[in-house]
């Protein structure tokens, strides 16, 4: 019998029909649940396939990080090849490397989420699946400078959504800004990491800053506040997606 390794995987997924990465009770997809399968189906044993990001619904990535623990004797090349061959055309393995055992997938001290707006006034056909289509004029300047009022160690409380549970609100953003190319409005943010719904709320509120209906100040203003009623909208998710995540 091979022996039990664990694995580091880099995976990719148009996240347009999953209801976010965790599994979930059978029948609702996810892709958590489309990889245990297709791991389970080439190593002929039950696998549990941990990711560090649990992204939500309609949520893309570039570069989400898991780990699993399986018995194979195909090397590592191969068996990500097997893998692919199993899964969906919607979901990849970029990446799978042996992982010592303390590689812990918890242990993210940075992450990058990249949240595309597309500013045309036509609806945008072939990329409706990865923008956020917002047919309003905006103030680039006006924008970057509220996303770098959003740069620091902050309590994000009044950006979080409902559900999140977490015992402690305070994050640190590295890196936020936003810059235009071709009809695409780019927002990106790097952090040690995010609570839920934060970085489409910030994108909200960033945008709000941008139509002219805030002055750039109002992103201090909401932090100080804690209060999510002071916040602008949580944008759709369709925009949103993992880039990568270092340990």
């Not at 619904?57 to 068996?79: C, D, F, I, K, N």
């Not at 990329?127 to 047919?135: L, N, P």
Request: net charge positive.
């Amino acid at each position: 019998m091979a022996a039990l390794v664990r694995y580091k995987l880099t995976i990719a997924y148009d996240g347009t029909a999953y209801c976010g990465w965790q599994r979930q009770p059978p029948p609702v997809p996810t892709v958590q649940r489309a990889l245990e399968k297709a791991v389970g189906e080439i190593v002929s044993h039950p696998v549990t396939v941990a990711g560090s990001s649990r992204t939500d619904t309609g949520v893309h990535a570039q570069g989400q990080v898991a780990a699993m623990e399986v018995q194979s004797h195909l090397e590592a090349p191969r068996l990500r090849q097997a893998i692919n061959s199993r899964l969906p055309p919607d979901i990849l393995i970029r990446e799978l490397i042996p992982a010592p055992p303390e590689f812990d997938i918890t242990r993210a001290v940075r992450k990058r989420y990249r949240y595309l707006i597309w500013c045309g006034r036509d609806r945008p056909v072939f990329y409706r699946h990865f923008v956020y289509h917002f047919r309003r004029d905006v103030n680039l300047a006006a924008m970057r400078q509220a996303c770098h009022l959003l740069e620091g160690t902050h309590d994000f409380i009044a950006l979080r959504g409902r559900a999140d549970e977490r015992l402690t609100t305070v994050r640190t953003i590295y890196h936020c800004d936003v810059h235009v190319r071709g009809p695409l409005l780019i927002f990106a943010v790097e952090g040690n990491g995010f609570l839920y719904h934060m970085v489409r709320t910030m994108v909200g509120s960033v945008l709000e800053v941008g139509c002219g209906h805030w002055p750039p100040e109002r992103i201090a203003e909401i932090l100080k506040s804690r209060d999510r009623r002071q916040a602008g909208p949580c944008v759709p998710a369709t925009g949103l997606c993992l880039q990568w995540i270092r340990f």
